[in-house]
Structure formats: structure tokens, C-alpha cells
């Protein structure tokens, strides 16, 4: 067992079913919940211009904090045409939550990157949103969502998905439709006790994979991924795996963690966690950055041909 206090979840949604507008909500209230403290006051209390002002377009990796445990929500591409990311983008995590719509249920859209999440073990938490809806549905799209496990071939323990039912709008969670609630308190708590922490070895010598590449026009190209096992430190000298095993230097110039919805620079990344990492211009996909005395690559990720059905 470790206790790093991290959990890395990725969120699958056919769209239009509140995957912004549900992160969104998460954003607003993250870091007000704190033990002892009396919620309802700290959210009324929020009068942070950035918070309300809320977002519309989803950032590919988000974090969110709830008792200070770092939640890392990564953004799955809904289609089938982005087969090789799914994959790479399910790999760095330990859970997903699949939020369905409480009226529309389940859609054919995300049958794709369920299957690929069910296949790699991970565990589903089910998020029915929208139950504010007058036309909703809840009991039966859960139901339906069992339905679509059992198809795709879920195993025993992923077939006892936990529930939580949600109005992204209005910000609030519940375990079960009769209790009230005013904040989301249930979905972090879901998450945190079901997603598992992140494995891995901080005292062991670095090993990142990355899985996607962002640029901008300062730094040029950036690297993001988790680290598997130690830790990474602003300007330290590393190796780059490449996927035929090939090495070169490389060094560590700026890096990042993921605060909200913003890139926050750091000096040092620890195991288990999403960071990016700027000044290595020939980085790509699926390469490892490794300690450059103990240079040990990670399985690259294979890119599947998407399979629609
Ligand atoms: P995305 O495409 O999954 O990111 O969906 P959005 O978050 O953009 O939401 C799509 C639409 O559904 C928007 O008009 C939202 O206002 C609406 N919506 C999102 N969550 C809820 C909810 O909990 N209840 C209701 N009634 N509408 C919602």
C-alpha cells in the first residue's frame, strides 16, 4: 500500500450529458471541503469571480482538490476515431466515471471508450446528472447502464458499480434520489473511496510516460503524463526512451502540475501524479523520461486501429 494522496479518474460522457458543466461544479466547489467544517457556509461564502465565471470548454486534464486529496479529471475523446488516445488517456488512470444522462441513458457514442476502460480493469463509478430534469429517468437508466456492463463484458466486481445521482447545474450529488443534498459532497467521497491511489515507488528512480503533447508559443513542446515511480525535478538532466528503445539527454527546463484548470509550474512532480514537462523540443508520444543513471523505459502504449461499434 502507498498514501499518496492523489486519485487519477478519467471522465467518459456522450456529449451534451454535463461533463463541463459537472467539472465546472467540481472546480467551484474544490478545496471548500475541509473536515469538521460546516459546507453550506463556504460555499455561499465563495465569492471568487474565477469560480463563477465558469468554463466552456473543457481542458483535457483538470484537478480538483476535496480533504486534501488531489483529484486529477482527465477529458476522454467521446469517438471511436481517437482509438490510440483513449488508450493512452485510460492507461494513467486508476477509475473512470461515466456520466449518463438521466433522461437520454445510455448512447452508442460511448460504447467505444467504456469497452476500452472495462478491458483495462478499471473501475466505473456510474454519475446519472441531470436528475433535476422533469422528464427524468434515473432508475431505469441505471438499469440500462447495467445492461450495456454486462454486453461489453464487465467483470463481477465492475458489474457493482457505485451510483451517484447528480444535477451538475445545480451542483449537487446524492447516493440516493430520496436524500436532499446541496453540494457534491457524495461524488468526491465516491470517488475517493473507490478509485484506488495511484501505485508506485517514490524513492525509485524516475520513469514518465507521456501520453499527450500540448505546445505553446514560450516554451514550444510539452510533454504530459504521469510519473510511474519517483520523482521529477525542474532542470534535471534526463534520458528519453523512444519506442525502439533508442536514448538521448534531454534536460527538464519548466514544470508543471495541473491545478484546476490551469498549468501552476513546480520544482518537483511525484509518483502518481499528472505533470508536464516543457524544454524537451524533439518529445513525443509514448516515449519515456527516465533517470539518466538508471535508464529503464516504460511499455509503449499500443495504438489500436478504432474499432466502431
Ligand atoms: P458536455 O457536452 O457533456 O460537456 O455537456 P455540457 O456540460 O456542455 O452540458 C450540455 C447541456 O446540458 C447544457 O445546456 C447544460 O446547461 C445542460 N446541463 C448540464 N448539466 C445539467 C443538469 O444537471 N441538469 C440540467 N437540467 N441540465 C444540465
Redesign the pocket.
Known sequence: MNNINIRNVAII?H???????LVDAMLKQSGIFRSNEKVEERIMDSNDLERERGITI?AKNTSVFYNDIKINIVDTPGHADFGGEVERVLKMVDGVLLLVDAFEGVMPQTRFVLRKALELKLKPIVVV??I??PDARPIEVVDEVLDLFIELGADDEQLEFPVVY?????GIAKYSLEEDSNNLKPLFETIIENIPSPDGDINGSLQMLVTTIDSNDYVGRIAVGKIYRGKIRKNQQVAVVDRDGNVRNAKVVTLYTFNGLKREEIEEGQVGDIVAVAGISDINIGETISDIENIEALPFVQIDEPTLS
Request: net charge positive; glycine share 6%.
Open positions: 460522457a456529449v451534451d450529458h454535463g461533463k463541463t458543466t473543457l446528472n441531470k433535476d430534469r447528480c444535477s451538475a447545474k445545480e
